[in-house]
């Protein structure tokens, strides 16, 4: 016959009798962690696998995975089981610290994890705490930690979602109003106007994020959120220049007034004002296509007279 738990019972440890006890893992109390990564904007526009775009090998996400310790026994099993997993004492927390850094496609992975503080006592079941302290360099970490016991699912596998850096990219030129006239007006690069770039809300409302001078004829913002949408506009046009050419049907020419002035809404800058656009729906984060903004330069024509 062979004899199993219904005859004497599951195996148990005693943590007052230790020398009593035969050095058997109970794996009863043995449980594992998976924590994986995933772009959540990936997810979002349907893209498989939606993995994390990492700049080169060096390149890491780190968590900590940390279980509170202030009713641990150093001596227990728990406690030293912890301890051969990797995790560290820490003082101030009276917490027990894991750092893992990420694999090829999870964060780490965790096994031997004790599943209770004492494993004849099934309300001793220990809590953890996952936490991403650093992201890849292209993404936002997420804020919010997770929890977890293992006396319910000794396997626990945890998904962050991680936010893609975006970055907007813009390129200031203009044409000359006489070289229109011909048929044949190159852009020529420009300096001085002020872009000013504004998130948009669902309403269509803008939340006003930062102004730049351009000094330069391209500018690039970076570490904007991938899965927000945002607009920069040309909120004042360069002294001599103008915002649309002079055969525009719908805008006036010269009246930069009308363009040197903050929009009021998302609207207002489709309808009166030169943009570029993260919509929020890009594949690519760190490009955006629609990126000149061209100015105008009004000319006089000159007559000469010959005298005599």
Not at 170 to 184: A, I, P, T
Not at 199 to 204: A, Q
Not at 213 to 226: E, Q
Not at 281 to 300: A, L, M
């Amino acid at each position: 016959m062979m004899l199993n738990d219904s005859v004497f019972g599951p195996l148990t440890y005693s943590e007052t009798k230790q020398a009593d006890n035969p050095t058997v893992p109970n794996k009863a109390n043995v449980g594992s962690l998976t924590v994986e990564l995933c772009d959540e904007k990936k997810e979002k526009l349907g893209t498989k696998p939606a993995a994390i775009d990492y700049v080169n090998a060096a390149d890491l996400a780190k968590f900590t995975v940390s279980v509170d310790a202030s009713n641990l026994a150093e001596d227990s099993y728990a406690y030293q089981a912890l301890l051969k997993t990797g995790f560290v004492p820490d003082e101030t927390t009276k917490t027990l610290v894991y750092t893992g850094g990420k694999g090829a496609s999870q964060a780490f992975e965790l096994s031997g994890l004790p599943i209770y503080g004492d494993p004849n006592d099934k309300t001793t079941a220990l809590t953890y705490t996952v936490k991403q302290e650093q992201a890849a360099q292209r993404y936002f970490k997420a804020e919010d930690g997770q929890q977890f016991k293992l006396d319910e699912n000794a396997s626990q596998t945890l998904t962050f979602k991680n936010e893609p850096k975006a970055a907007l990219n813009v390129s200031l030129n203009y044409k000359k109003e006489y070289e229109l006239k011909r048929g044949n007006a190159p852009e020529y690069p420009l300096t001085g106007a002020t872009m000013t770039l504004y998130e948009v809300k669902d309403d269509g409302t803008l939340e006003r994020v930062e102004s730049i001078n351009m000094t330069n004829p391209t500018a690039t913002i970076s570490d904007l959120h991938g899965l927000k949408h945002y607009v920069l506009v040309e909120t004042e046009v360069p002294d001599g220049y103008c915002a649309y050419e002079s055969k525009d049907p719908d805008h006036a020419h010269s009246e930069n007034a009308a363009y040197n002035r903050e929009p009021r809404d998302y609207q207002d800058v489709l309808d009166n004002f030169k943009y570029v656009e993260l919509t929020g729906e890009e594949t690519d984060n760190q490009n955006d296509s629609q990126s000149s903004i061209t100015n105008y330069k009004d000319y006089v024509q000159l007559k000469l007279n010959k005298i005599g």
